[in-house]
């Protein structure tokens, strides 16, 4: 039977000297260091990629960032969402005072089908916006359009919702940011989009500029070393 020996001096292979097992060598530095830049630069570049998402790519394509409110949407939407709406008509302060044919010629609700998710107002003296999916849709000889909606989240249809109804519809939406959206909200989301920025920039110069003397002192011990 053949056995498994230690020259002079020498462990085993499965045991350290007074029979403890060897310990775990840690990871080298180097492997730490770059695992937390890594990890360090992925949070930033998610943080600018949601403050991209949510105010400036809003704000530039003209669209508007809306709090869902309820649970009606979810899974797709769920309270607390930020849903990004782009209008059917020119966003105007007395635009709820108009009568419905003048809604109807600025409304441009013709390319709304079957699945789109829609935000409209059932009172036209109240602000207050739904917004849930298409169902159906049906035109009449006037072509003036009757949309069905329903929320995911709900058993039964809405009451029909006419063409002069309908204020936007949904191009994205992104969890939970509705609440950061309620507490920085009107003239606050520009200073905030602003701030986001410039930590941003500064976390990503104070990176490069640690990263910088690690490898410029790497260099002085080589070149002292030979």
Avoid: C
Wanted: aromatic share 6%; no cysteine.
């Amino acid at each position: 039977m053949a056995h498994e020996t230690a020259g002079p001096g020498l462990a085993s292979p499965t045991t350290a000297r007074g029979g403890v097992p060897p310990a775990h060598e840690p990871l080298p530095r180097t492997v730490v260091r770059w695992l937390w830049v890594g990890v360090t630069w992925g949070l930033l570049l998610a943080v600018i990629a949601i403050a991209v998402a949510a105010i400036v790519v809003p704000k530039i394509a003209g669209a508007v960032p809306l709090t869902v409110l309820s649970n009606s949407m979810a899974p797709t939407m769920p309270v607390g969402s930020l849903a990004v709406i782009r209008p059917t008509m020119p966003i105007e302060p007395n635009a709820r005072l108009r009568d419905t044919d003048t809604i109807r010629e600025r409304n441009d609700v013709t390319a709304i089908g079957i699945g789109d998710v829609i935000s409209f107002q059932p009172d036209q003296h109240d602000a207050t916006l739904i917004t849930h999916r298409v169902i159906a849709v049906s035109v009449d000889s006037d072509g003036n359009r009757t949309f069905t909606t329903r929320g995911d989240n709900n058993g039964s249809p809405d009451s029909p919702v006419q063409d002069y109804q309908v204020r936007a519809t949904v191009w994205y939406s992104l969890p939970l940011l509705g609440y950061v959206n309620d507490a920085v909200n009107g003239d606050h989301r520009r200073t905030f989009a602003i701030t986001a920025a410039a930590l941003g920039y500064a976390w990503a110069l104070s990176l490069w500029a640690r990263a910088h003397k690690r490898r410029r002192t790497a260099r002085d011990v080589d070149g002292r070393i030979t």
